[in-house]
């Protein structure tokens, strides 16, 4: 069945530092992907997303290209704030499949 | 606009008991969907309603099960509690096509503690 997995955490990082999360894929279709971020105490909200293979999503300075040939889809910010503190979960989701896979999720701290 | 409202936020069971979550999704969601999350097992899908069908059902035992109102409130419930059941409840809603290239919106959880 589908499946994701991403980069264990936790990952700790100074103000301004590059961060990067590995997320990778198996999917027996051709899935949409996405990026969801889980701040403290609150529900996941959707970060960006591709549904197709080039595509590059991005939103608040995070992007991630979809990538069929290595089934990847790696989450990258250049440049991190203290507020980018969060978990964040790699999911898929396969059309007409009415449901998402997730990663594991990655926590990240962000110190001043 | 209104944002999915899970009710309750909290919730103390016992084993053996049941237990009823509440969901009402943002005005003119008709797709709702339910999750497990734990710290062993990340996230896990229950099951997913559209228009008060089931659409697609996760990997869970009998216990578990919902349902959805013609008002696209949706409810699950899970009898005779276990341990392994606490655990955050998510629920999220999405648009009215209900292809999960939508995107969703989630709630802010019911966590369930059963002792």
Redesign the interface.
Known sequence: GDSVTQMEGPVTLSEEAFLTINCTYTATGYPSLFWYVQYPGEGLQLLLKATKADDKGSNKGFEATYRKETTSFHLEKGSVQVSDSAVYFCALSDINDYKLSFGAGTTVTVRA | KAG?TQTPRYLIKTRGQQVTLSCSPISGHR?V?W?QQTPGQ????LF?Y?SETQ??K?NFPGRFSGRQFSNSRSEMNVSTLELGDSALY?C?SSLPQ????E??F????TQLSVL
């Open positions: 999915v797709s969907s999750y990340g996230l896990q899908f997913e559209f659409r697609n996760g998510l999220a209900g292809t999960t290239n995107k969703l989630f709630g802010s959880g």
